[in-house]
Structure formats: C-alpha cells, structure tokens
C-alpha cells in the first residue's frame, strides 16, 4: 500500500523547534520531488518547503525562510522539515506530499499525500 505517514507534531512554545517526519512506504521516495505544506484554521493551504529527487534544489516560504530547512535520507525512505523558532502564526497542519513529476507549490502537481500532523505553538 503506498503511503506517506508524517509525524513529529506537538505542542511547542514560540521560539522553541520541532522536526517533522515524512516517511514513505510501499514505493521508494528517491525518484520522488517532495514538498511539505500546511494549513492553519480557517485559511487556505499553503507551500511551506519543496525538495527535488537529486536533492539539488530546494526552496521554502517566504515565511520560514531562515527558519525551516528540508533535507532527505534516501537510505530511510524519509524527507524531513526541521524547523527553528517557531512562532505562533506557524500552528497549523502540515502535510508532505511527493511529485514523480514536479516540485513547487502547485498542489494538483503532487501525486500522494499523507494524513498531516498538527503543530501549535503556544505559551
């Protein structure tokens, strides 16, 4: 069965850090450009970071620029988005999705997606 499964979510304070986890299974991520997106109540989702297959390419929000760095082991099938002084207009979902095809923030370009991890940042 293919799958992207994303964890390490939580409750964290502002300035704090989380990494998120994107792990595939039932089909080998390496071909694969990958991005992670999110999206907060009541607004609409948006592009957070992107990495291509080769890992030569990668490009984040304006928002998280600085902050947040995507990188990937091929070897562990798992695309990670460390994040760093996270602040509270970061609370949202976040989600991974993989592209055979693309990278971006196009989402119509992504060909699996997983179920999302919740992250708030909160005092």
């Known amino acids: 069965q293919v799958q992207l499964v994303e964890s390490g979510g939580g409750l964290v304070q502002p300035g704090g850090s989380l990494r998120l986890s994107c792990a595939a299974s039932?089909?080998?991520?390496?071909?694969?450009?990958v991005g992670w997106f999110r999206q907060a109540p009541g607004k609409e989702r948006e592009g957070v970071s992107c990495?291509?297959?080769?890992?030569?390419?990668?490009d984040y929000a304006d928002s998280v620029k600085g902050r947040f760095t995507i990188s990937r082991d091929n070897a562990k099938n798992t695309v990670y988005l460390q994040m760093n002084t996270l602040k509270p207009e970061d609370t949202a979902v976040y989600y991974c999705?993989?592209?055979?095809?693309?990278?971006?923030?196009?989402?119509?370009?992504?060909?699996?997606w997983g179920q999302g991890t919740l992250v708030t940042v909160s005092s």
């Open positions: 990495i291509s297959s080769s890992t030569d390419f990668t």
């Open positions: 039932g089909f080998s991520l390496d071909w694969y450009n």
């Open positions: 999705a993989a592209s055979l095809s693309s990278t971006g923030w196009d989402p119509d370009v992504y060909d699996y």
